[in-house]
């Protein structure tokens, strides 16, 4: 066990008397296997939707029950999926692993939650989760935003008729950025688990971590846009290489 944890420890050649702290970063490629579609594939999500209609604020403001239909359908689907041995053993990673553990995803569905993680911080939103444009305030969802006739829902807490989905459209600040920067400057080891590399901020914590001394690694079906910035790359499904790199660090 201790030889899996030095490995990753910030000063190679130095006794390190702590478990190397962890930035786990996650994206669409962890619930591919699940069945939930990625964005970039072929025959993604954008493929299927213009980005400008559903995931962008002007794109709100011109058609909201196109939006929120999107989004609404994105919703329902998460009852026919369940979590992979990916989502799984990054559960088990942070019941037994004894270090820091901090798990970053992109990703607006609730499969990590459901795999057993207990602390996921979502970057991007969730899609179980509505924020009211009027008092500003979130509420658990997981019903539809746009009701039979057109009708709006009531935000559970100040009544108005003005919730839109809790995830983070391009051109919005992506959620909880100053403490994902702290603990990726703080981490001895990053990890990338099925995400393209495409879209920033996320696709820079690489080389965030990396200049801050973290030993890095990417788990991806191929090589990612941004794979040449990572010490270590393996690639396949992530449900195999996650459930081997988290045994790997337990030592079992
Ligand atoms: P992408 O669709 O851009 O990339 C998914 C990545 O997962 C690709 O690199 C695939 O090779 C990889 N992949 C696919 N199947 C896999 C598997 N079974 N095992 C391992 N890897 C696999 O999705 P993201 O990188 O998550 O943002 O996209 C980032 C952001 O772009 C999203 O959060 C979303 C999107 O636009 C917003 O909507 C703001």
Known sequence: MACQLEQYGKHSGHMTNHSPS????TGAGISAES??????SAGG???????????????????PEL???????????????EPN????????????YSGELLLVTQNVDDLHERGGSPQVLHMHGELKSALCQSCEMRSAWDAPML???????????????SLRPDVVWFGEMPYQMERIYAALSACDLFVSIGTSGAVYPAAGFVQ?????????????????????????ARHG????LVPQWVGEMLGA
């Open 22 to 25: 962890i930035v786990i970063l």
């Open 35 to 40: 069945g939930i579609d990625t964005f970039r």
């Open 45 to 63: 999500l954008w493929e299927q939707h213009k980005v400008e209609d559903v995931a962008k604020p002007e794109g709100f403001a011109r058609d």
């Open 67 to 81: 939006v929120l239909g999107f989004y609404d359908a994105r919703r329902a689907a998460l009852a026919g999926v």
């Open 85 to 96: 041995a990916a989502h799984h053993a990054l559960a088990r990673l942070a019941a037994e």
């Open 147 to 161: 009701e039979a006739g057109g009708r709006r829902p009531k935000c559970p807490i100040c009544a108005a008729p």
């Open 208 to 232: 965030e971590a990396r200049g801050a001394g973290a030993a890095t690694l990417e788990l991806n079906l191929e090589p990612s846009e941004g794979s040449h910035h990572f010490a270590e």
């Open 237 to 240: 499904p992530a449900s195999q």
